[in-house]
């Protein structure tokens, strides 16, 4: 009697245990980010002083950019991808876009939807440190946008099948008032448009209609952020301290406003430099200055 009370509680343990649930194997992420024009958070239609070289006033009427390839860094240098969430809006496949403008006052040919985080799974584990890519992968970035799944059908990121997409999106206007100058000088300033396209260039295809084969310059960049806790951390897009040595009152002649990334135009090298990317065969001089953690 005593050897069947055993096998009977014996066989119940082993039942209950074989109905207890795994442990997880992955973990819901989620990236935050924040827009920024020199420190300030960004907000459509509001001012901002000591922008440049000339330190002038702007008004964004845009902000958005794409980001793809999310990986998290272990303890131990290695990387594992982010899985992102298919949410048929802001994220297909590795792309994310960004978008912190809504569609308010002199951003009205925005949308009023925000986004501002990248969201997804990864396995479960200690994670120390974040690696992104401002872009579009190459086999996603030359395609129609009409036809293409969310968020790659937004038109106003899209340059032509050649270009592809623009990776920032970024469109000012300088009211040529510099905290510099006095103020009879600022009387008169005038209203000028600035922007910042981020795009690959000088691709390579049969014509305009085509997707190309290979870009000379992909454009795209590659940061990583090491002592970086998902739970506190923020990644910071400050356009301020892109357009730091830019002068936001003027624009090149015979070029389109301020810097869309095509070579040989005058406004493009700060910029670009900035971004920490090679410009007209000129390696930039230091990392970008772009994002930052906070």
């Known amino acids: 009697m005593k050897n069947l009370f055993t096998l009977t509680a014996l066989a119940l343990t082993v039942s209950a245990c074989s109905t207890l649930p795994s442990p997880p194997t992955s973990q819901a992420v989620e990236l935050k980010f924040a827009a920024q024009i020199n420190g300030q958070p960004f907000a459509c239609g509001q001012r901002y002083e000591g922008v ?9 009427s845009d902000f958005r950019m794409y980001v ?18 298919q949410d048929g ?15 308010a006052g002199p951003c009205r040919n925005g949308t009023e939807a925000t986004n501002t985080s990248v969201r997804g799974q990864a396995p479960v584990g200690e994670y ?17 946008p009409t036809v293409a799944p969310a968020p790659l059908n937004s038109t106003a990121m899209f340059w032509n099948w050649q270009g592809g997409y623009k990776f920032i999106k970024f469109d000012t ?3 040529g008032i ?9 009387a008169m300033g005038p ?19 085509q997707a190309p084969s290979a870009c000379q310059n992909p454009n ?46 005058g406004d493009c090298p700060p910029v670009m430099q900035a971004l920490g990317l090679a410009y007209d065969g000129v390696a930039a001089a230091g990392p970008q200055r772009l994002l930052s953690k906070r």
């Open 191 to 209: 209203v000028t448009r600035y922007s910042v396209h981020l795009g690959s260039t000088a691709c390579a295809g049969e014509s305009k209609t």
């Open 220 to 265: 795209r960049m590659t940061v990583r952020f090491d002592g970086f806790d998902l739970r506190k951390n923020t990644v910071v897009a400050d356009m301020g301290a892109v357009l730091a040595q830019a002068n936001v009152d003027v624009n090149a002649k015979g070029t389109s406003p301020g810097c869309m990334s095509f070579p040989k135009d």
């Open 68 to 85: 793809s390839e999310v990986k998290l860094v272990r303890q131990d240098g290695s990387t594992v991808p982010l899985q992102l969430a």
């Open 128 to 144: 120390t440190g974040v690696e992104l890519t401002v872009g579009v992968p190459f086999a996603q970035n030359h395609q129609d």
């Open 178 to 186: 510099s905290t510099d100058k006095p103020a009879a000088a600022n």
């Open 173 to 175: 206007a300088s009211s």
């Open 89 to 103: 809006v802001w994220q297909q496949q590795s792309v994310a876009l960004l978008d912190f403008e809504n569609g």
């Open 52 to 60: 440049g070289s000339t330190r002038s006033t702007i008004t964004p």
